[in-house]
Nanobody
Framework: QLQPVESGGGLVQPGGSLRLSCTAS????????VGWVRQAPGKEREGVSC????????NYADSVKGRFTISRDNAKNTVYLQMYNLKPEDTAVYYC?????????????????????WGQGTQVTVSS
């Protein structure tokens, strides 16, 4: 079972920044494309970003484009989501989701692999 572990969330004022981290035990994330998915109370799950297996391609939802940057450090087995100029509408629980393909991940906003499970997520709250 591949269960991601997310960290880095917190409470931040509008316009602030956070960096989220995703890692996993016993699996190498560099075998997978990895995306970030968020879910806010009363709203549907939304895929916000994804990075290809080799890091050569990245994808962003229109709502975060220009403000978020996804990256990976294979030596640390970690995928990051750097978030700038945070807005109240960014408030959500953020989940890391490995998959084989960024297009599939963003289309369904969940991992398709049978051995991948949801992590606990990390809470991001943007408020004055």
């Amino acid at each position: 079972q591949l269960q991601p572990v997310e960290s880095g969330g917190g409470l931040v004022q509008p316009g602030g920044s956070l960096r989220l981290s995703c890692t996993a035990s016993r699996f190498s994330l560099d075998d997978y494309a990895v995306g970030w998915v968020r879910q806010a109370p009363g709203k549907e799950r939304e895929g916000v970003s994804c990075i290809s297996r080799n890091g050569g391609n990245t994808n962003y939802a229109d709502s975060v484009k220009g403000r978020f940057t996804i990256s990976r450090d294979n030596a640390k087995n970690t995928v990051y989501l750097q978030m700038y100029n945070l807005k109240p509408e960014d408030t959500a629980v953020y989940y890391c989701a490995p998959d084989l393909d960024c297009l599939m991940l963003l289309a369904f906003s969940r991992p398709s692999l049978e051995f991948v499970s949801w992590g606990q997520g990390t809470q991001v709250t943007v408020s004055s």
